[in-house]
C-alpha cells in the first residue's frame, strides 16, 4: 500500500496476495511487445495495423502496463457488505481454520479494480463487527477477525481496503492490543471462550481487565498455523493511510479513559484480591502493566508515521497529519467517578468523543498525559500514585519510539 501522502484513500493499489484468476499465467504487454519486436522485419502494412491494435486491446482489458488485471469484486461479495450475518458466514475459517483459504479467496488480491478495495473493507467490518451497542463479540465474529489478520498479514494492502481492516483492529481494540505482545503467546486457539476471561482467585485473567462477561475474545497472538495473524506488520501497513492511522489512534486513547475509568480512586484494579501464594502482585501490578502496554503502542503509531516518513511511503507529511486531523473523531476523557460497569470490546472505541483534539494531536505523549493528568486531578488519587502512573507511561512511550 504504498501510498505516498494522502493519496491512498481510493483506488486501487498493490500488494503481495495475489490473484489466483486466470489472467496471472497470461503474459504481461511487455512480454508481447517484445515478441513483437523479434518479428516486426516481418511484419507490414495492415498487419502490423492489426498487431498493435491487439496489444491496445490488451491494455485496455488489463488496465495495467504489465498486462496484469485487476480483481473485480463480484456483486455477490458486494452485496455481503450490507449482509453482516452472510459477511460473518463467508470470513469464518472455522474452528479448525480449515476454511481459512475463502477469506483469502476474498481478500488477498494485488491490485482491485475501481472501488472493490473499499467494498472489501465494508465487508470485513460487517463480518467481524458486534451485532449492536452493548453485544458481545461471537465465536464466529471472533474468528472472523483473526482470519482478516492472518490472511493480510505481511502483504501490502490495497488503497481503502485500509480503513475497514482498520475499523476491524478498534473493533477488538483489547484483543488486538494483546496481540501485540513481543513475550510470544501460549494460546491453543486463534479464539478464547467467555469462561477463559473469568478471572481467577486474585482478580487476574491474562486476557485483560474489566472485560465483560459472555464475551468470546480473539486471540490475535495465536501461532498455531503458517502465516499467522502477525499484528505488528499488519498495523505497521495500515498506518501508512492517514484514515487508518486516525482510527488505530482513535481506538487507543479511547481506551486509555475507559481503562482509567474503571480503576479505584488510588489507580488499582478494583478486581483484585490478595493471595498467600503470590505475594510479588498487588492491585496495582497489572494496572500498571496495561497503561505501560498502551502508552507503548501509541508510540508505535508514531514510531511507523516517522519510518513511513523517512522511507518517502509518505511523501508529504503536513498532509498525512491534515487527513489524520481530519478523520479523527475527537477527545475522550474518563468518568468523573470509578465506573464498575464491564463492556463489550466493541464498544470501547465507539464511546462518544468528549470535545475537539487540543494542541498537536501527533504529539502522543501529550494526549495521553492530559487524559491520565485530568483524571487523576477530578478523581484526586494520590500524587505519588499519579506521578508514578506518569513516569511508567513516558517510559515505555519512549521504548516504543525506539524499540524495532
Same mark, same amino acid.
Given at each position: 500500500m504504498r501510498i505516498g501522502g494522502i493519496e491512498g484513500s481510493g483506488g486501487s493499489g498493490n500488494g503481495d496476495g495475489g490473484d489466483t484468476d486466470s489472467s496471472a499465467e497470461r503474459p504481461g504487454l511487455r512480454g508481447r511487445l517484445r515478441? +513483437?519486436?523479434k518479428y516486426q522485419l516481418l511484419v507490414v502494412g495492415s498487419a502490423f495495423v492489426l498487431l498493435v491494435a491487439a496489444v491496445a486491446a490488451a491494455l485496455a482489458v488489463t488496465g495495467d502496463e504489465d498486462g496484469e488485471k485487476c480483481h473485480e469484486v463480484p456483486t455477490s461479495?458486494? #452485496?455481503? #457488505?450490507?449482509?453482516? +450475518?452472510?459477511?460473518?458466514?463467508a470470513l469464518d475459517p472455522g474452528d479448525d481454520l480449515d476454511r481459512i483459504s475463502s477469506a483469502t479467496h476474498l481478500l488477498a488480491h494485488d491490485e482491485v479494480c475501481g472501488d472493490g478495495a473499499r467494498v472489501l473493507g465494508r465487508v470485513v467490518d460487517a463480518g467481524t463487527r458486534a451485532t449492536g451497542p452493548g453485544k458481545p463479540h461471537t465465536a464466529a465474529q471472533a474468528r472472523s477477525a483473526y482470519a482478516v489478520a492472518a490472511v493480510l498479514s505481511g502483504q501490502e494492502i490495497p488503497p481503502g481496503l485500509a480503513p475497514g481492516v482498520a475499523r476491524m483492529l478498534a473493533e477488538y481494540v483489547v484483543d488486538a492490543g494483546r496481540g501485540d505482545d513481543f513475550g510470544g503467546s501460549d494460546a491453543t486457539s486463534p479464539v478464547a471462550l467467555p469462561n477463559g476471561a473469568l478471572p481467577d482467585k486474585n482478580g487476574y485473567t491474562e486476557l485483560g481487565r474489566f472485560l465483560a462477561p459472555g464475551e468470546v475474545h480473539t486471540r490475535f497472538e495465536?501461532?498455531?498455523? @503458517?502465516? @499467522? +495473524?502477525?499484528?505488528r506488520t499488519l498495523v505497521a501497513e495500515l498506518t501508512e493511510d492517514p484514515q487508518a492511522f486516525a482510527i488505530l489512534y482513535d481506538a487507543e486513547r479511547a481506551n486509555l479513559a475507559a481503562y482509567l475509568e474503571r480503576l479505584t480512586d488510588e489507580g488499582g484494579d478494583p478486581g !483484585?484480591?490478595?493471595?498467600?501464594?503470590d505475594r510479588g502482585s498487588g492491585p496495582t501490578t497489572w494496572p500498571d502493566n496495561d497503561l505501560q502496554d498502551l502508552a507503548g503502542r501509541v508510540a508505535t503509531l508514531m514510531k511507523h508515521r516517522a519510518n513511513h516518513t523517512r522511507d518517502g511511503t509518505i511523501s508529504d507529511l503536513d498532509a498525512f497529519d491534515r487527513?489524520?486531523?481530519?478523520?479523527?473523531?475527537?477527545? !475522550?476523557?474518563?468518568?468523573?467517578? =470509578? $465506573?464498575?460497569?464491564? $463492556?463489550?470490546?466493541g464498544d470501547i472505541a465507539a464511546r462518544p468523543v468528549a470535545g475537539l483534539v487540543r494542541g498537536d494531536l501527533m504529539d502522543g505523549r501529550a494526549q $495521553?498525559?492530559?487524559? $491520565? @493528568?485530568?483524571? #487523576?486531578? =477530578?478523581r484526586n488519587v494520590p500524587e505519588r500514585r499519579a506521578a508514578a502512573m506518569r513516569q511508567m507511561m513516558d517510559d515505555f512511550y519512549v521504548r516504543g519510539l525506539w524499540l524495532r
Open positions: 515478441r +513483437a519486436g461479495v458486494r #452485496a455481503l #457488505a450490507d449482509d453482516p +450475518a452472510a459477511a460473518t458466514k495465536y501461532e498455531g498455523i @503458517d502465516g @499467522d +495473524a502477525d499484528m !483484585f484480591r490478595p493471595s498467600r501464594t487527513s489524520v486531523r481530519e478523520h479523527t473523531r475527537g477527545t !475522550f476523557r474518563p468518568a468523573e467517578k =470509578q $465506573l464498575k460497569t464491564r $463492556l463489550p470490546v $495521553l498525559f492530559t487524559v $491520565l @493528568d485530568s483524571w #487523576a486531578e =477530578q
